[in-house]
């Protein structure tokens, strides 16, 4: 089982405040890392696939890096907005037909 | 397209009760999963099935069965429902499986084992 760690586990904003969040992965078995954006009362959904170490996406006012190398990324979101607020989940695709999700981190952007 | 669609949304169920939760998906996907999500526990996968005729375990399958009936219809059996299986159960399925692709999930079934 592979071990997908995120941090923090919940945090709060002001809305404006730019604000970011990680996750750690073992750098060994790495194929791809996802991010999910899910929000209260609905199923997550996809924000990000990334498989190069350096990869860089952006959708908005949201984006994510990737090191591969010593196994973290970076989700980042700039100038938080109250519709931000939901959990958002990393997922590490390794080398089974599966992912495996970390617990999240909660944001809340308070108006 | 209904994407990925789950029923029931809400049950109760009494301990030692058996039951299916049903899954369906109508994006021609070859692989599909099913999860369970507890407070603090993020996503854990049950069982999945990588092509029709396939079934696998995952991080979690005590107490469950899986079945793909078909390439559309994975569905997840409860045989002697316990209060730990007390959670919210999702169902996803995958293009082709590769972990490059992305997830597509259902809405949710809420299960209470009392």
């Not at chain 1, 959904?45 to 970076?74: H, P």
């Not at chain 2, 998906?25 to 999963?33: G, I, L, R």
């Not at chain 2, 045989?79 to 082709?96: D, G, I, N």
Request: proline share 5%.
């Amino acid at each position: 089982i592979l071990n997908v760690e995120q941090s923090p586990q919940s945090l709060h904003v002001q809305e404006g405040d730019s604000t970011n969040f990680t996750c750690s992965f073992p750098s060994s078995n790495f194929y791809a890392l996802h991010w999910y954006r899910w929000e209260t009362a609905k199923s997550p959904e996809a924000l990000f696939v990334m498989t190069l170490n350096g990869d860089e996406k952006k959708k908005g006012r949201i984006s994510a890096t990737l090191n591969t190398k010593e196994g973290y990324s970076y989700l980042y979101i700039k100038g938080s907005q109250p519709e931000d607020s939901a959990t958002y989940l990393c997922a590490l695709g390794g080398s089974a037909r599966q992912l495996t999700f970390g617990s999240g981190t909660q944001l809340t952007v308070l108006p | 397209n209904a994407g990925v669609t789950q029923t029931p949304k809400f049950q109760v169920l009494k301990t030692g009760q058996s039951m299916t939760l049903q899954c369906a998906q109508d994006m021609n996907h070859n692989s599909m999963y099913w999860y369970r999500q507890d407070p603090g526990m993020g996503l854990r996968l049950i069982y999945y099935s990588a092509s029709e005729g396939t079934t696998d375990k995952g991080e979690v399958p005590n107490g469950y069965n899986v079945s793909r009936l078909n390439k559309r219809e994975f569905s997840l059996r409860l045989e002697s429902a316990a209060p730990s299986q007390t959670s919210v159960y999702f169902c996803a399925s995958m293009p082709r499986g590769l972990n490059t692709d992305t997830q597509y999930f259902g809405p949710g079934t809420r299960l209470t084992v009392l």
